[in-house]
């Protein structure tokens, strides 16, 4: 399998970070060259786009309850450089604080069950 391909599939299935692209063609043994050369034409032609990227996982990590603190620190896990990640955070329109966000998740738990000090 040649480095197109090996990069196409492992795209198939969910977008990647431009550095989770690179580890992988990396344990595949493609050569450094190589790797930056795909990356570089990836980013052009829009298959690797970091900024898009932490604008898509802001949406489905605040979706499923986590916080802007643990969503930026999931994103530089993935090797996204920070400047990306607060330009994404700029730019993502938050509609709600995160106090806001989490008597929402609280009400939620609470909805329809009895107070108790557990609970509480």
Known sequence: MNIDEC???YLTYIARTC???????REKAFAGEE????IADYISTGY???LSYCNQYFNYSLG???????????????????????????EYCWAETQ?????QQADKIVSGKELD???L
Do not use: C, F, P, Y
């Open 35 to 38: 790797i930056d050369a795909l």
């Open 117 to 119: 000090q557990k609970l």
């Open 48 to 50: 690797l786009d970091d």
């Open 64 to 90: 499923k309850g986590k916080g802007l603190l643990r969503a930026e620190q999931e994103l530089r896990e993935k090797g996204v450089d920070s400047e990306i990640i607060q330009q994404a955070a700029e």
């Open 7 to 9: 990069a196409a599939k």
């Open 19 to 25: 550095e989770e692209m690179r580890k992988h063609l």
């Open 99 to 103: 106090e806001e966000r989490a008597r």
